[in-house]
C-alpha cells in the first residue's frame, strides 16, 4: 500500500476546475510533485516545489500544499488533460526514499 | 535536449535477474543537482519508485525492493544500469529511467522531483 492516498477517479466538465488530491503524513515535511501520464506514454512532470511548472506545461496546471494534503488543480480543464495523475514525495521514514501516489484518473466531460 | 532510453531483454526468466540499462544523450549523467533514477509500473497498475544513484555511485532504494536490488554507474558511457534479482511474475512491468532533480531553498530545505522520462521498456518475466 502507498502512504500517499489519491482518489482513484475524478471528473470534470470541459472549461470547469478540477481539484485532485493526495494526501500523506509525509506531506507535512516535504512538497509533493505531479505527473501526467496518457495511454501508452511516459509520465510527464507537470507541478514541482510549492507551485512550479516546468517550460511547457500550461498555467493552468497548479499547486497547492495545506497540512497532510497536497492538491494538483486545473482552472479551465481541456479535452488534451484527460490522463491518469500521480504525485510523488519522499515517505515519512525520514530516509531518501520516494513513494508515488496510487493515481488518479481524470475524465474530462 | 537531454534524452533518456532505456534498453535490455523484454522477457526474463522466474528466479533470474533482470538487467535493463540507461543511456544518457544531449548531456552529461555526471551534472550536479541530478541524481538517476529507476521507476516501474507493472500494467494497468501505478507508478514506484525503485532507487536513484548520484554520478559518484551513492545509491538510495526502495526497501521494499532493497534487498534484491542494485543500481550502478559508468560516468565513462553516459549511462546507468539496473539489476533486480530472483524475478517472479510480480515483477512484470513497464520499467522507466528518469532524471532525478534536487533544487535547494530555504536552510536546509530540498525539493526532489523527476522532471525527464525515458519511453519506458516492458520487460515480462515468464518461463
Known amino acids: 500500500s502507498s502512504e500517499l492516498t489519491q482518489d482513484p477517479a475524478v471528473s470534470v466538465a470541459l472549461g470547469q476546475t478540477v481539484r485532485i488530491t493526495c494526501q500523506g503524513d509525509?506531506?507535512?515535511?516535504?512538497?509533493a510533485s505531479w505527473y501526467q501520464q496518457k495511454p501508452g506514454q511516459a509520465p510527464v512532470l507537470v507541478i514541482y516545489?510549492?507551485?512550479n511548472r516546468p517550460s511547457g506545461i500550461p498555467d493552468r496546471f497548479s499547486g497547492s500544499s495545506s497540512g497532510n494534503t497536497a492538491s494538483l488543480t486545473i482552472t479551465g480543464a481541456q479535452a488534451e488533460d484527460e490522463a491518469d495523475y500521480y504525485c510523488?514525495?519522499?515517505?515519512?521514514?525520514?530516509?531518501?526514499?520516494?513513494?508515488f501516489g496510487g493515481g488518479t484518473k481524470l475524465t474530462v466531460l | 535536449q537531454l534524452q533518456l532510453q532505456e534498453s535490455g531483454p523484454g522477457l526474463v526468466k522466474p528466479s533470474e535477474t533482470l538487467s535493463l540499462t540507461c543511456t544518457v544523450s544531449?548531456?552529461?549523467?555526471?551534472?550536479?543537482?541530478?541524481?538517476w533514477g529507476w521507476i516501474r509500473q507493472p500494467p494497468g497498475k501505478g507508478l514506484e519508485w525503485i532507487g536513484s544513484i548520484y554520478y559518484s555511485g551513492s545509491t538510495y532504494y526502495n526497501p521494499s525492493l532493497k534487498s534484491r536490488v542494485t543500481i550502478s554507474v559508468d560516468t565513462s558511457k553516459n549511462q546507468f544500469s539496473l539489476k533486480l534479482s530472483s524475478v517472479t511474475a510480480a515483477d512484470t512491468a513497464v520499467y522507466y529511467c528518469a532524471r532525478h532533480r534536487v533544487t535547494i531553498f530555504g536552510v536546509a530545505h530540498s525539493n526532489w522531483y523527476f522532471d525527464l522520462w525515458g519511453r519506458g521498456t516492458l520487460v515480462t518475466v515468464s518461463s
Open positions: 509525509s506531506l507535512r515535511s516535504y512538497y
Open positions: 516545489g510549492k507551485n
Open positions: 544531449g548531456g552529461s549523467i555526471s551534472s550536479s543537482s541530478y541524481y
Open positions: 510523488n514525495s519522499r515517505d515519512s521514514s525520514g530516509n531518501l526514499n520516494w513513494v
